[in-house]
Nanobody, 123 residues
Framework: QVQLVESGGGLVQAGGSLTLSCAAS????????WNWYRQAPGQQRELVAG???????NYTDSVKGRFTISIKNAKNTVYLQMNPMNPEDTAVYYC?????????????????WGQGTQVTVSS
């Protein structure tokens, strides 16, 4: 199986910055794509940013120009740099990975989720 572990959340003032990271471990052949999602209280989970293994990125409109998603393939890790931040960015952030791996002697391709990390931006 595959595990995703996130880190880097916390409290920051408006205009400040945070960098989230998410590391994958387990039975991994390759990670085809990474995504960061977020979910604010009372709202649906939304896709914030995504990156494919060949480096193509996409962002939701509200974070374009402020957030940067990047990957370190050798370490099976994805980052989300957030700067500058505003109170509307307050949410639980989740990483998500499209992973080709193996289990029970078979090749698998599945999506996995991290446990989530709280990000709070004060005004």
């Amino acid at each position: 199986q595959v595990q995703l572990v996130e880190s880097g959340g916390g409290l920051v003032q408006a205009g400040g910055s945070l960098t989230l990271s998410c590391a994958a471990s387990g039975n991994i052949f390759s990670i085809n794509a990474w995504n960061w999602y977020r979910q604010a209280p009372g709202q649906q989970r939304e896709l914030v940013a995504g990156v494919t293994s060949d480096g193509n990125t996409n962002y939701t409109d509200s974070v374009k120009g402020r957030f940067t998603i990047s990957i370190k393939n050798a370490k099976n890790t994805v980052y989300l740099q957030m700067n500058p931040m505003n109170p509307e960015d307050t949410a639980v952030y989740y990483c998500n990975a499209d992973v080709t791996g193996w289990a029970d002697h078979e090749i698998t391709r599945k999506y996995y989720w991290g446990q989530g990390t709280q990000v709070t931006v004060s005004s």
